[in-house]
């Protein structure tokens, strides 16, 4: 709806600041280098004002670009791959990593990948689910990785629940996971003590991640 009527343009830019005031709001603390993911609509990209409006919200909150990674989906790569190649330069030249969210339930590919710059490819937690009983998806799940290395991409296996969805992926050479085993969507103060924890704990291993809610 918010897409359909155009409110995810304010209300996208209201969630940018709200992300870009947490992290200034963490910058003299144990959580100064943490970095923020935002989810960024195609209405998003393709409106013209979109780019200036992310560098304002950046200048006006002092936060650096490389503090940010925007998620996007594989089928928003693919709607106007021209006019989506020209702002994601546009928003690297910034600092901000690129996330395809999803991966693997759209339309584009790892080879289709080259063009853009990506950083990060998110795999679609329906592969890491099924990587369990299906043998096709866990040769396909090898393959993603492989090819995302040639790439220098980093991936990240969603939907991870349970200490074998976990066991899974890290043999297959996956050092991001994400999931409920790890942590549920929090609100900023939780999510605080949680990272907190594991930054004077030194956690070694696998790196995970869990939502602001």
Known sequence: ???????????????LRQACEQLRAWRDT??????????????????????DSVTSTLQSTATKGDQLTFEITESTLMTDPEATLAVLMRLK????????????TGYSSLSHLKRFPVDIVKIDRSFVRDLETDP??????????????????????EGVETDTQAGIPQAMGFRLLRGYLYAKPADAATVAA?????????EQGHVVATDLK
């Open 1 to 15: 709806v918010a897409e359909e009527s155009g409110l995810i343009i304010p209300l996208g830019a209201a969630m």
């Open 194 to 202: 949680w990272l907190t924890a594991r930054v004077n704990g030194h």
């Open 93 to 104: 030249t910034l600092g901000i990593r690129i996330a395809i969210d999803d991966f693997g």
């Open 136 to 157: 096709d998806d866990r040769e396909l799940a090898k393959a993603i990785v492989a090819m995302s290395k040639s790439l220098r991409l980093r991936v990240v296996a």
């Open 30 to 51: 144990a959580l100064r280098h943490i970095i923020i993911a935002v989810n960024v609509s195609p209405v998003q990209l393709a409106d013209t004002g979109f780019v």
